[in-house]
């Protein structure tokens, strides 16, 4: 299974180019940008879009992967591949058999484009350009089958940075609150006979800057059984001392438009500098992955199953996790620590909320928190409870 995580990482790096290429050209840009309506409007947002390099990315990745005969999967994408051209006509976007084919049907959803529509097909056939001699991937040895697997995409998470495009850049050692940084790629692989997350992609198109342009990287992570395996080292967990006994205090990661009440429970365990705030789920999760927070913390359920199953493969085989903030609230015995994870709560993929619809469907509807360590999610989830 380790040829899957290779796969996976060269679709992820196709779909950053594909997010660069898009991005380039503002007037391009604008012909890509869509309005989602209905069951697939995530509700926490007035207005929600997705892009057409969100359904590029998104069929890219299913097309790549699902031509490899020896990978059997189910596959569940964020996106409808339903795209409205300006004329009203709706067309179903796909990756053809050839470039050629694929520039011609993105012609037709591109109000008949064809330098647009031959620049978006070129990035989509063209083989990705990864070095993975540093991966250790080769090393690996997953005890898998491609039948007990599924698999989350989320083509650009954060789209709404995406499409404002800023380009802030952050100082070392710090989060980026907003901007193209905080736009990802991700991919997160899980058990379908329990949900269990045991495989992750996270792809950063927008890393840094040089004179030449955006420049991208990527991570990942397998958690499966005993294996535990990572691009990215454990970060050195700091002290937990509250600001009151003179410590640094925790560092919590969260939307600004988080419940003030959450903001106010939380506060006393930071200092003035460490309740921070950044732009997009995954962006958040990955903060904390590098050690730039300590825990992420969401009570509202408005993240889904493709934002969080790709980063919670990345915090299981680094010791950590993610858990159903609500569960954790409600729960009345004293939980605790197996093999680093938390004993109860944790997030599964493979069940939908049978009882709602569209998106809301695959949603993470008790909220989460995202940890690297059991101690610290405990004394968060301490001082939540009885809060809201």
Known sequence: MADLLKLLLRVAEKAANVARVCRKEAPLFQLL??????????????????????????????????AQDFFMFEIFPEESNKFENGLGESVIVTVCGTEKETAALLATVLDGDQTAATLLAHAIHQDAKLTLTDTGTDDLHIPLSPSDLGIWIDPIDATSQYIEGREEEAAEGRLCPSGLQCALVLI?????????PVMGVINQPF?????????????????CGNIKACSVLRPKDRPAETTAAGGPGLSV???????????????????PDRLMYASGAGYKILCVILGLA??????EGSTFKWDSCGP????????????????????????????????????????????????????????????????????????????F
């Open 188 to 196: 997160g692989v899980y058990l379908r006979a329990t949900g269990e």
């Open 33 to 66: 940008v869509q309005e989602k309506t209905g069951v697939d409007k995530n509700k926490k947002f007035v207005q929600d879009f997705k892009t057409l390099a969100d359904v590029v990315i998104q069929e890219m990745i299913r097309h790549d992967v699902g």
């Open 207 to 223: 890393n840094h800057k040089d004179p030449t342009g955006w420049k991208g990287k990527h991570f990942w992570g397998v958690s």
């Open 253 to 271: 990661v969260m939307s600004s438009s988080e419940k003030q009440t959450v903001k106010e429970a939380l506060a006393p365990l930071c200092g």
């Open 312 to 387: 919670h493969a990345l915090l299981r085989a680094l010791g950590g996790g993610m858990v159903d903030l609500k569960e954790c609230l409600h729960s009345s015995g004293s939980s605790h620590c197996q093999g680093g994870h938390q004993d109860q709560g944790e997030l599964t993929y493979h069940q939908p909320h049978t009882e709602s619809t569209g998106a809301d469907h695959w949603a993470n509807q008790g909220g989460l928190v995202a940890y690297l360590n059991c101690q610290i999610l405990h004394r968060v989830i301490g001082e939540l409870k009885g809060k």
């Open 294 to 299: 300590d825990v992420y913390v969401l009570s």
